[in-house]
């Protein structure tokens, strides 16, 4: 619990002492929230029972089983996108609550109208930053299972410091997963995929490395495009010892 009950302030909601908003480095940019007619649909439609509100978690008493409706395993997902992925897997575990954090607004409600086809009754959606989800939302041993498929790469040399998936972020992701939870990640950018594998095997709580495609996680249009470009797409697994 933090000091008198009170969260620190989230991402874009951090100010200096005169009151201006902080610049943070973040491994993402919020893009255009403009909806398409079926985006606009799905959000109307699924988007009050589905998707947790970013004010929410602002609230002393919030609660993720207040939004489940249940107690259950959890898995959260990171970067979930348009949902191609996120909707299949978790409509495939009915028995586990799935979170995911995703803060570009048309792939939730992409998202959305993936999960009803679906069936994915156990998912809900978040728009919070994740990294600060995981460190004032989720407590130690409190997720079963972490995806993080295709995070931004942040290409150009001068933005790595961007990258999600550092040294930092490894250490809090630890001390989340539950004893022997999983982490799967996969990327379509070389150099991306060896930093993962220097951070996550220099992290003395996880295991793991370089596995075979996780024959589950459905190809999705972004997979495509970087394979039709001549990537190749790199998956790792890690479990918490």
């Known amino acids: 619990m933090h000091e008198h009950g009170v969260r620190p302030a989230r991402p ?18 919020r893009r255009g929230a403009r909806f398409t007619p079926n985006q606009a649909a799905a959000w109307a439609a699924h988007q009050e029972k589905w998707v947790i509100p970013d004010e929410a978690v602002d609230r002393p008493d919030f609660a ?9 395993p959890l898995i959260v997902e990171i ?8 909707a299949v897997l978790a409509a495939a575990r009915p028995s586990y609550d799935v979170l995911a954090l995703e803060v570009w607004r048309p792939g939730v409600a992409d998202t959305l109208w993936r999960a009803a086809e679906a069936g994915a009754e156990n998912l809900r959606l978040c728009s919070v930053d994740a990294a600060w989800t995981l ?15 295709f995070p931004d790469p942040w290409h150009k040399k001068k933005h790595r410091k961007r990258r999600l998936v550092d040294a930092d972020f490894a250490r809090l992701v630890s001390t989340r997963l539950v004893p022997g939870g999983t982490w799967r990640l996969a990327t379509d950018w070389a150099d991306y995929a060896d930093q993962m594998r220097e951070v996550l095997d220099a992290e003395p709580a996880l295991e793991g490395g370089v596995v075979e ?9 972004f997979e495509r495009k970087g394979l039709e470009v001549g990537r190749d797409i790199t998956d790792l697994r890690y479990v918490r010892r």
């Open 12 to 29: 874009h909601h951090r100010l200096t002492e005169d009151g201006r908003r902080m610049r943070e480095v973040l491994s993402y940019s």
């Open 135 to 149: 460190q004032h939302l989720l407590g130690e041993a409190s997720i079963s299972e972490l995806w993080t498929f």
């Open 64 to 72: 993720w089983a207040s939004w489940f409706g249940r107690e259950a």
């Open 213 to 221: 495609r996780w024959s589950e996680r459905p190809v999705t249009k």
């Open 79 to 86: 970067g979930s996108g348009v949902g191609e992925a996120t």
